[in-house]
C-alpha cells in the first residue's frame, strides 16, 4: 500500500480556474510537501509544511498557491487561477525517519492540464 | 540555487553491464539522495548517503560523495532490463528535509 495517495491521478481545467489536488496519507505525518514537474523537466520543489504551517516555499509558490491541511488528515495544494504554464505533474510526499536521514515518500502524483 | 546537475543526461547501455551516473551541486549539503523515477510515475527513494560520508552501499547501487568537489556518483552494477528509469539526485542542504533535485538522468538499460 503507497504511503501517500493522491487526487485526481488526472484533472484538466481552462485557464483562469481553480484546481485543488489531494493528498492522503496512510498514517498520521507532520511533514508534508508539495513538488511540481513539468513534463520531461526537472522536479521543482514548491512548498514544505509542517505542524500545519508553511515551512518553506519556492519563488515558485506565489499568491496563486495555497496549501491546507482542511481535516487534519488530508493535506491540499489549490492553485487559485490557473495559468498554461501551471500544466505539470504536482507531487506530494512525505517525510519518515530522523531529521537529516530520513527519506520522502511521494505519491504517484496528479497531472494538471491547463487548456 | 541548490540544484543539482546530472549528467550524463542520458545513458543506454546492454544489460549486464554497468551504469555510472554523476551529480553536481551548488552549496553545502547535510545529505544527497538518488531517487528513481519510471516514465510518468512518482520519485523512489534509492539512497541517502550524508555529508560526512564517503560511500554508501545498498545491493547493486553504490553511491560516492565528494563534498570538496560538491559532486556524487551513483553506479548501478550488472544492470537490468527493469532498471530503465530516469535517477535524480536530490540535495537536503538546509536539514529541513526540503530536498532540490537535479536535472536527471534517463537511463535505458538494453536486453
Known amino acids: 500500500e503507497p504511503e501517500v495517495t493522491q487526487t485526481p491521478s488526472h484533472q484538466v481545467t481552462q485557464m483562469g480556474q481553480e484546481v485543488i489536488l489531494r493528498c492522503v496519507p496512510i498514517?498520521?505525518?507532520?511533514?508534508f510537501y508539495w513538488y511540481r514537474q513539468i513534463l520531461g523537466q526537472k522536479v521543482e520543489f514548491l512548498v514544505s509544511f509542517y505542524n500545519n504551517e508553511i515551512s518553506e516555499k519556492s519563488e515558485i509558490f506565489d499568491d496563486q498557491f495555497s496549501v491546507e491541511r482542511p481535516d487534519g488528515s488530508n493535506f491540499t495544494l489549490k492553485i487559485r487561477s490557473t495559468k498554461l504554464e501551471d500544466s505539470a505533474m504536482y507531487f506530494c510526499a512525505i517525510f519518515k525517519g530522523l531529521i537529516n536521514t530520513g527519506e520522502l515518500f511521494f505519491g504517484e502524483g496528479s497531472r494538471l492540464t491547463v487548456l | 540555487s541548490q540544484q543539482g546537475e546530472e549528467d550524463p543526461q542520458a545513458l543506454s547501455i546492454q544489460e549486464g553491464e554497468n551504469a555510472t551516473m554523476n551529480c553536481s551541486y551548488k552549496t553545502s549539503i547535510n545529505n544527497l539522495q538518488w531517487y528513481r523515477q519510471n516514465s510518468g510515475r512518482g520519485l523512489v527513494h534509492l539512497i541517502l548517503i550524508r555529508s560526512n560520508e564517503r560511500e554508501k552501499h545498498s545491493g547493486r547501487l553504490r553511491v560516492t560523495l565528494d563534498t570538496s568537489k560538491k559532486s556524487s556518483s551513483l553506479l548501478i552494477t550488472a544492470s537490468r532490463a527493469a532498471d530503465t528509469a530516469s535517477y535524480f539526485c536530490a540535495t537536503d542542504w538546509s536539514g529541513a528535509n526540503n530536498l532540490f533535485f537535479g536535472t536527471g538522468t534517463r537511463l535505458t538499460v538494453i536486453p
Open positions: 498514517s498520521n505525518h507532520l511533514y
